[in-house]
């Protein structure tokens, strides 16, 4: 935002601004002058959805993709009440700190397990695979908690959200009709993204569009059918415990390469300011995947040994991604920009309903 004169060539130049939306231009302004109150209460960086049109055009070269972006990161930090994701976006060490730390406090765990909940001596610890079916029973209140508390924590941030853009900006008075009258504007953007298709990227819409589906049939498969999912049964090829599995992570490897394609290519000028940490989920969601289909096609394969070491592998993966990086790092954003827009259509709606109710009084 240093060069930025606030001439709105990237305003202008943007399919998603609305009458009741402006942007990028007002949020960078609300940021150069410390305008801290407006900013926490705004929507509209949400609203992007990074396509990158106002960088292209932008004739100072101030980048205001990557302001939407770093605005985006602080409205992050501003919904945890913890304080943590604070820590995580602004400094890398705290970032790689906290993933370090769960990982090792899962293969503590592991060790834990293996050599003294199952007595298993250490000279065998390495060589002797248990039956997976002996730690179904605990893998299951552990994956439970690993998934749940995440979510817990998006709630209770999402509850902030509200808090902070609908409750505390003098819109505490809008009715619950209108909220459940504007519901499905949730559902729809949760599950159609489309306001990504109005960038010129067609390919980039699929490839999130395909990765949240993937990444929501695992997690529902999960949480709702982890005692049927998580088995040692054989079931032949067209059994949907097989099939769904399969799905799933296909659609997460398709979309998750795409994102990786696109970083290490560098296809558009303003991805070559890709940081490390805008990397690390997507490769996690990718080795999450991946150790997950290995852990399967091991254990139908007869290899016991390593279809042990490949499931705790993918545990040490998947932990650090869903406590980490779900809860506090920028990927959050796959919850809070369906959100922002389903806030942004009951704003909208309330106003035009006072105005509605207005024009009625001055016709009486």
Same mark, same amino acid.
């Given at each position: 935002?240093t060069? @930025?004169?606030? @001439?709105?060539?990237?305003?202008?130049? @943007?399919?998603?601004?609305?009458?009741? *939306?402006?942007?990028?231009? !007002?949020?960078?302004?609300?940021?150069?002058?410390? %305008?801290?109150?407006?900013?926490?209460?705004?929507?509209?960086?949400?609203?992007?959805?990074d396509?990158?049109? @106002?960088?292209?055009?932008?004739?100072?070269?101030?980048?205001?993709?990557?302001?939407?972006?770093?605005?985006?990161?602080?409205?992050?930090a501003?919904?945890?009440?913890?304080?943590?994701?604070?820590?995580?976006?602004?400094?890398?060490?705290?970032y790689?700190?906290? %993933?370090?730390?769960?990982v090792?406090?899962?293969?503590?765990?592991?060790?834990?397990?293996?050599?003294?909940?199952?007595? %298993?001596?250490?000279?065998?610890?390495?060589?002797?695979?248990?039956?997976?079916?002996?730690?179904?029973?605990?893998m299951?209140?552990?994956?439970?908690?690993?998934?749940?508390? /995440?979510?817990?924590?998006?709630?209770?941030?999402?509850?902030?959200?509200?808090?902070?853009?609908?409750?505390? !900006?003098? !819109? +505490?008075?809008? /009715?619950?009709?209108?909220?459940?009258?504007?519901?499905?504007?949730?559902?729809?953007?949760?599950? =159609?993204?489309?306001?990504?298709r $109005?960038?010129?990227?067609?390919? !980039?819409?699929?490839?999130?569009?395909?990765?949240?589906?993937?990444?929501?049939?695992? %997690?529902?498969?999960?949480?709702?059918?982890l =005692?049927?999912?998580? =088995?040692?049964?054989?079931?032949?090829?067209?059994?949907?415990?097989?099939?769904?599995?399969?799905?799933?992570?296909?659609?997460?490897?398709?979309? #998750?390469?795409? #994102?990786?394609?696109?970083?290490?290519? +560098?296809?558009?000028?303003?991805? $070559?300011?890709?940081?490390?940490?805008?990397?690390?989920?997507? #490769?996690?969601?990718?080795?999450? *995947?991946?150790?997950?289909?290995?852990?399967?096609?091991?254990?139908? +394969?007869?290899?016991?040994?390593?279809?042990?070491?490949?499931? *705790?592998?993918?545990?040490?993966?998947?932990?650090?991604?869903?406590?980490?990086?779900?809860?506090?790092?920028?990927?959050?954003?796959?919850?809070?920009r369906?959100?922002?827009?389903?806030?942004?259509?009951?704003?909208?709606? *309330?106003?035009?309903?006072?105005? +509605?109710?207005?024009?009625?009084?001055?016709?009486?």
């Open positions: 935002t060069g @930025c004169y606030q @001439c709105g060539s990237c305003t202008i130049s @943007c399919e998603l601004v609305t009458d009741f *939306a402006s942007f990028p231009r !007002r949020s960078i302004r609300y940021a150069l002058l410390g %305008l801290r109150g407006p900013l926490v209460g705004s929507l509209e960086p949400w609203i992007c959805h396509c990158g049109d @106002c960088s292209i055009v932008c004739p100072c070269q101030a980048d205001p993709r990557i302001s939407m972006m770093t605005l985006r990161r602080f409205l992050t501003q919904y945890d009440w913890t304080g943590i994701a604070s820590k995580l976006l602004e400094s890398r060490a705290w790689l700190g906290s %993933l370090s730390f769960v090792a406090l899962v293969l503590g765990l592991i060790l834990f397990y293996h050599l003294y909940w199952a007595g %298993l001596p250490f000279s065998d610890f390495v060589v002797t695979p248990l039956p997976l079916e002996h730690m179904f029973p605990i299951s209140y552990y994956t439970l908690t690993v998934m749940l508390l /995440p979510l817990f924590l998006l709630v209770t941030h999402a509850f902030r959200m509200w808090w902070l853009t609908m409750h505390r !900006r003098g !819109r +505490a008075d809008i /009715p619950l009709s209108t909220y459940v009258a504007e519901a499905w504007t949730y559902v729809y953007h949760s599950v =159609t993204h489309s306001l990504m $109005k960038c010129p990227d067609r390919g !980039r819409w699929l490839g999130h569009w395909v990765l949240a589906l993937g990444t929501v049939m695992m %997690l529902t498969i999960k949480v709702f059918g =005692t049927w999912f998580q =088995t040692d049964a054989v079931y032949p090829l067209y059994h949907p415990q097989r099939w769904l599995g399969y799905l799933a992570t296909a659609f997460i490897v398709y979309g #998750i390469g795409g #994102i990786l394609a696109g970083r290490v290519r +560098a296809e558009k000028e303003f991805y $070559k300011e890709t940081r490390l940490e805008d990397l690390v989920f997507p #490769i996690l969601l990718l080795l999450t *995947a991946l150790s997950g289909i290995a852990v399967h096609i091991f254990r139908y +394969a007869g290899f016991a040994l390593t279809s042990h070491f490949a499931y *705790a592998l993918h545990i040490v993966v998947a932990t650090p991604m869903l406590v980490v990086e779900m809860s506090f790092g920028k990927w959050s954003h796959m919850v809070y369906p959100l922002a827009l389903y806030f942004q259509a009951v704003k909208e709606r *309330a106003r035009q309903q006072v105005s +509605a109710e207005e024009a009625l009084r001055h016709a009486a």
